[in-house]
């Protein structure tokens, strides 16, 4: 009966859209558009069917599509790029709110509507000679815009610039609530957008971000590539009294445990391909440098070149990275050379050649204990790998994004982006063809599995190394994990504060996904309308001196959010301890398990930060634009 009415509630919806006097593109299944959109790299969500796929093509046609979904209770699935790791942009209930054609690109000062992908951003630089210049986007071209930047934003020079949400000018935003918002606390809702804005407030149609300028006085960017295959044990030679692959191990953990400059970003690969019998482990290296050859290769002598130069050692990493980057102008690079750095993963989000993939992820710091066991648990785990699934075709990949730099400059609660001060964030990809090969992958990564009963999975033995033993990131999401688990996982402290404002801003929890923020219990017992005509709404601005350290002109193509002071300012949560490695707990949760739930210091430390983040008095609405019809919102970087 219910699925009745639900079916009957997307064909009423459908008939609306198709009968809108606008044009809202409106494609069924078996037609070609909906086939192309519903495509996914991933085989895993190979059968998601939604009732339609809807492209509009302005922020009208997209408020066309919420109120009359949200009239009729029929959910909406949000896809820009649609990469999510986890599938969260694919449904098999209601609209597929397909934002292909708002692929509008425009520099100056840079604006980006929302369904563009940031190949369309690299290739207005290239045709506007923005030599010297920079954005601070995705290292793959293909993904979406959006998606990028309200997850946080990891970006290729997110060391030398920040978050991708802290070079954020403005935001146009769809709302599901067509209220009066007088009282409505704006800044919040642009602190929570930066980090937790996807599909859990509303359509984000159009962003506005700042433009980079390179610090190096000939403009270019030096990069490269070099895919190491470390020599096997069964190689050395009589006189090697050493193993090579333990120093190999040395060597990356001497790598991993540097202290790089901020313009410096190395991204690594950890990969073990089934098809690949010669060598134990392959480690790809992707380096991009804002600063010349000469000055970089200087670098690379002082950080990796040690007494030891031996075969499997830092000298001969150090001189195969030296041979294998070359300076070149930024456009070029942004046109070029990153396309090819990250060709693979490229090719991986086409659904031209799809396979079944999963995924969990990791934020690591780099303290030298815990990488010696990150690395040794990595290497033992591939070794498994191609031991239990010998003669098959997969793969097992080990990523570590570089991150930290500027963007640990600002304290935790800055933006709903949580764990800043992660020098790594790192992911897990299991990849393969077979479909039977589905439940033991599954049970590889998560499961205990047949190869011991003693024997952690992958992910459980790596978790305890994450900050606070949970953390992880939001665009790099782990399918498996339970909704209130998610947030804690993804945004730690931040996560009572996000609960507020999703209750000032979709209080019906129009907006709702499978990891998306909940609202919090009292909303329940609140009724809504109430709630938010209230004189002290339930969640108050971020503070105004908290912005001052982002205020800057309209017009500076050349700085970026926050450029000039440092942002030391704990606005909105209490400070997180980190993850103890001798009492193995952080703020009293377990440590090994998925669902660990919080107690009572958990619980005090969001409660007192939740009362301090309350009493701040709300500035003036002076920045706030309506664009002519309710909600639809403009916000700025000052958020109000």
Not at 44 to 58: E, G, W
Not at 242 to 253: E, H, R, S, W
Not at 308 to 337: I, P, V, W, Y
Not at 442 to 466: E, H, I, V, Y
Request: charge should be positive; hydrophobic fraction near 35%; glycine fraction near 8%.
């Amino acid at each position: 009966m219910a699925e009745n009415i639900e079916r009957m509630a997307e064909g009423l919806v459908i008939d609306l859209l198709k009968a809108d006097k606008t044009s809202i593109p409106v494609f069924l299944p078996g037609e070609t558009e909906y086939e192309r959109s519903v495509a996914n790299a991933n085989l895993l969500y190979r059968f998601t069917r939604p009732a339609c796929v809807v492209q509009p093509k302005n922020v009208g046609h997209v408020q066309t599509i919420v109120k009359e979904a949200k009239a009729r209770n029929v959910p909406i699935t949000i896809k820009c790029g649609g990469h999510s790791y986890a599938g969260f942009s694919t449904t098999d209930k209601g609209i597929s709110l397909d934002l292909l054609n708002m692929n509008r690109v425009k520099i100056d000062v840079q604006s980006n509507t929302g369904g563009a992908l940031w190949g369309y951003a690299y290739k207005q630089f290239v045709n506007n000679r923005m030599d010297g210049f920079i954005i601070n986007g995705e290292r793959c071209p293909t993904v979406g815009v959006g998606g990028f930047l309200l997850g946080g934003g990891l970006g290729l020079f997110t060391r030398s610039f920040g978050m991708g949400c802290d070079i954020l000018k403005e935001i146009t935003i769809v709302t599901a609530d067509d209220t009066d918002t007088s009282d409505s606390a704006k800044g919040k809702l642009f602190w929570a957008l930066c980090g937790a804005g996807g599909g859990n407030f509303g359509v984000m149609v159009e962003f506005k971000i700042y433009l980079q300028k390179l610090s190096n006085k000939d403009g270019s960017v030096v990069a490269g590539r070099y895919t190491w295959f470390p020599k096997s044990d069964k190689e050395r030679t009589k006189n090697t009294k050493y193993k090579l692959m333990d120093k190999f191990i040395d060597t990356m953990n001497d790598f991993y445990t540097t202290r790089w400059p901020d313009q410096v970003t190395i991204d690594t690969s950890w990969i073990c391909d089934l098809k690949d019998t010669s060598s134990e482990l392959a480690v790809r290296f992707l380096l991009y440098y804002d600063g010349t050859k000469k000055d970089f290769e200087k670098l690379l002598v002082d950080k990796l070149v040690g007494a030891d130069k031996a075969e499997n050692g830092g000298g001969e990493l150090a001189a195969q990275l030296t041979r294998r980057t070359m300076s070149e102008k930024s456009t070029r690079f942004l046109h070029e050379t990153l396309v090819s750095q990250w060709s693979e993963e490229t090719i991986k989000a086409f659904p031209t050649d799809p396979t079944f993939k999963l995924y969990a992820s990791f934020v690591f710091k780099n303290d030298l204990e815990g990488i010696k066991k990150i690395t040794s648990i990595i290497r033992e785990e591939m070794a498994v790998f191609k031991s239990q699934f010998a003669g098959e075709s997969g793969l097992l990949q080990v990523t570590w994004i570089h991150s930290s730099g500027k963007a640990s400059r600002k304290d935790r609660s800055a933006s709903a982006f949580r764990w800043r001060d992660g020098v790594y964030q790192t992911y897990i990809m299991l990849d393969w063809k077979e479909k039977w090969m589905e439940g033991e992958m599954r049970a590889f990564l998560k499961s205990l599995t047949s190869r011991t009963l003693f024997l952690k999975a992958f992910k459980d033995k790596l978790r305890p190394f994450s900050i606070m033993s949970r953390a992880a990131f939001i665009n790099f999401p782990d399918a498996v994990l339970s909704s209130g688990t998610a947030e804690r996982t993804y945004y730690g402290n931040n996560t009572k504060n996000l609960r507020l404002v999703k209750q000032q801003w979709d209080p019906d929890n129009f907006f709702k996904w499978k990891q998306g923020i909940k609202l919090p219990q009292t909303a329940e017992k609140t009724p809504a309308k109430a709630k938010r005509r209230s004189k002290t709404p339930a969640a108050s601005p971020i503070p105004a001196e908290a912005f001052n350290a982002f205020n800057m002109s309209p017009g500076a193509s050349s700085a970026s959010l926050g450029a000039g002071n440092a942002f030391n300012i704990n606005a909105l949560g209490a400070p997180e301890r980190d993850y103890d490695r001798r009492d193995g707990l952080a703020d009293g949760d377990a440590v090994s398990s998925d669902d660990e739930s919080p107690v009572n210091k958990q619980e005090l430390t969001d409660e007192l930060a939740t009362k301090q983040w309350e009493t701040f008095t709300l500035p003036p609405a002076r920045s706030l634009m309506n664009l002519g019809s309710r909600g639809v919102l403009r916000l700025t970087d000052l958020g109000f």
